[in-house]
Nanobody
């Protein structure tokens, strides 16, 4: 059983910063790529940023230069530092991780954390 638990969401003013964390726990033999997605009301869930096990990041064009994804493999945790936030960043943010357990690598999702950016 693997769980991903996000934290760090909330309300922030436009131009502000916020840091999200997502910790994986359970029977984990290793974690491959990790990522953050977001879903705004009435819209599909979109990739925000991803990071390989080796630490290579990739970003959606909408957040490039403003958000930074990082990870701590020893803690099975991925972070998303969000700067220069805009109202259009308002969404529920979900973390995703490809986890190797007793069976094949499986993608797991967190429960989501709400981020609201006020104008």
């Amino acid at each position: 059983q693997v769980q991903l638990v996000e934290s760090g969401g909330g309300l922030v003013q436009a131009g502000g910063s916020m840091r999200l964390s997502c910790a994986a726990s359970g029977t984990i033999f290793g974690i491959g790529s990790m990522a953050w997605y977001r879903q705004a009301p009435g819209k599909q869930r979109d990739l925000v940023a991803g990071i390989s096990r080796g630490g290579n990041p990739n970003y959606s064009d909408s957040v490039k230069g403003r958000f930074t994804i990082s990870r701590d493999n020893a803690k099975n945790t991925v972070y998303l530092q969000m700067d220069s936030l805009k109202p259009e960043d308002t969404a529920i943010y979900y973390c995703n991780a490809n986890v190797l357990t007793l069976g094949p690598s499986t993608a797991y999702w967190g429960q989501g954390t709400q981020v609201i950016v006020s104008s």
